[in-house]
């Protein structure tokens, strides 16, 4: 089972900020790696799939990087309604498919 | 506009069963694959299974295996999970998810629904 490990656990910042969560894989999952948001008492929202790839009528200050084992969410100039917590998901050797257990952004 | 609705949750004793339904609309149900996750109160998101279009391939999370069925009916454009043996460890949002693109295995979860509470507790 490959185990996705995200950091920091929380991340205080002000709207404006540039926002950097990190995803690490326990072992090469090539580009195969998903971003989702999630806001209190919602469902996921697909961010960014296959590392770099923005999902429809997602903004474009969210970028995705990364390949192999390490991978990079960017908010670059945060909005009221980024805070939120967010997910990296992997499904290049499955099953399982596996998430990370997750960062908090929070309002600094 | 596509739509995810589940429903069937509700509070059950260990070791009793519940069948999660999601109802879809919007888009061609029979051509996508189909997936399950939860997520326990407080904590992140855990796959529970998937399964392909024409319901022939099934896959589960280990914790659930042989207690879980996922299933399909492409004619009523629903996705179901029967949950047998209940623990209080399966207490959780469960979540119905399509995957992006017809006809693929890709397993991006690109739409999902809002969810059903599923409490198991004497």
């Known amino acids: 089972e490959i185990v996705l490990s995200q950091s920091p656990a929380t991340l205080s910042l002000s709207p404006g900020e540039r926002a950097t969560l990190s995803c690490r894989a326990s072992q090469s999952v090539s580009s195969y790696l998903a971003w989702f948001q999630q806001k209190p008492g919602q469902a996921p929202r697909l961010l960014i799939y296959d590392a770099s790839n923005r999902a429809t009528g997602i903004p474009a200050r969210f970028s995705g990087s990364g390949s192999g084992t390490d991978f990079i969410l960017t908010i670059s100039s945060l909005e009221p309604e980024d805070f939120a917590v967010y997910y990296c998901q992997q499904r290049s050797n499955w099953p399982p498919l596996t998430f990370g257990q997750g960062t908090r952004l929070e309002i600094k | 506009e596509e739509q995810l609705v589940e429903s069937g949750g509700g509070l059950v004793q260990p070791g009793g069963s519940l069948t999660l339904s999601c109802a879809a609309s919007g888009f061609t149900f029979s051509s996508h694959w189909m997936t399950w996750v939860r997520q326990a109160p407080g904590k992140g998101l855990e796959w529970v299974a998937s399964?392909?279009?024409?319901?022939?391939?099934?896959y589960y999370v280990d914790s659930v295996k042989g207690r879980f069925t996922i299933s399909r009916d492409n004619a009523k454009n629903s996705l179901y999970l029967q949950m047998n043996s209940l623990r209080a460890e399966d207490t959780a949002v469960y979540y119905c998810?399509?995957?992006?693109?017809?006809?693929?295995?890709?397993?991006?979860?690109?739409?999902w629904g809002q969810g059903t509470l599923v409490t198991v507790s004497s």
């Open positions: 998810a399509k995957v992006y693109l017809p006809y693929s295995s890709n397993q991006i979860f690109d739409y």
């Open positions: 399964i392909k279009q024409d319901g022939s391939d099934k």
